[in-house]
């Protein structure tokens, strides 16, 4: 699958595109600060290259990796959400990950919504994990927000991080959880709305 193979995946505020060369910079501030704690940062200039070019090269590759999160008007970006599944992981993965001042305005749970549905509907899925770290507790919201459980049973990457399990597509087609997931998303696109308690990607 070539660059220019990429779906690109439009939402309600957000376009989800292949990661570029130029989208470097906002990744690489993102992996050498604290934020990346949880997904083995913060890293150096090299480990941040290699990993960039790893999220390049994984659509080439496996067929399917992470998208760039974009603003659909500005073309800002946001953050990155998609599948993953590098050497050693047991299963398909979907991960993602927002730029430090960019977290709490809901654009991980749009763009983690809509590249669920695009690999349960066009490619196939029949389910997917997140692998996440134990202390991640703005991931594991998250991921509970999108129905994943954990999964004690379920092989882990490290031994160190817990498994949440995605609903399955004919679990999550139709059903109210995929509504109020709808819902929440159109309350964060409203610029009046203000969400109640801690900040949430």
């Known amino acids: 699958m070539g660059h220019r193979d990429i779906p690109v995946l439009e939402t309600q505020r957000?376009?989800?595109?292949?990661?570029?060369?130029?989208?470097?910079p906002n990744f690489k501030a993102t992996f050498a600060s604290y934020r990346s704690r949880f997904m083995g940062g913060p890293l150096n200039p090299y480990e941040t290259w290699m990993l960039y070019a790893?999220?390049?090269?994984?659509?080439?590759?496996?067929?399917?990796?992470?998208?760039?999160?974009h603003d659909k008007l500005t073309d800002e970006t946001y953050g990155m959400a998609?599948?993953?599944?590098?050497?050693?992981?047991p299963e398909r993965e979907i991960a993602w990950i927002i730029w430090p001042e960019k977290?709490?305005?809901?654009?991980?749970?749009?763009?983690?919504?809509?590249?669920?549905?695009?690999?349960?509907?066009?490619?196939?899925?029949?389910?997917?994990?997140?692998?996440?770290d134990p202390?991640?507790?703005?991931?594991?919201?998250?991921?509970?927000?999108?129905?994943?459980?954990?999964?004690?049973?379920a092989a882990t990457v490290a031994g160190d991080?817990?498994?949440?399990?995605?609903?399955?597509?004919?679990?999550?087609?139709d059903s109210q959880l995929a509504h109020g997931i709808e819902m929440?998303?159109?309350?964060?696109?409203d610029p009046l709305f203000k969400p109640k308690g801690y900040a949430l990607d």
């Open 135 to 153: 202390m991640d507790l703005n991931s594991i919201r998250l991921a509970e927000r999108l129905g994943a459980v954990k999964d004690k049973a």
């Open 161 to 173: 991080d817990v498994v949440y399990r995605h609903p399955s597509p004919d679990t999550l087609r």
């Open 54 to 69: 790893a999220e390049i090269g994984h659509w080439e590759i496996r067929g399917f990796g992470m998208w760039m999160i």
């Open 103 to 132: 977290a709490g305005k809901g654009f991980a749970l749009e763009a983690t919504h809509a590249c669920r549905r695009y690999f349960y509907n066009e490619s196939g899925w029949d389910g997917a994990v997140s692998y996440l």
């Open 184 to 189: 929440e998303i159109g309350h964060y696109a």
């Open 14 to 24: 957000l376009s989800l595109r292949g990661p570029d060369p130029q989208d470097y």
């Open 82 to 89: 998609g599948g993953w599944q590098p050497a050693k992981w």
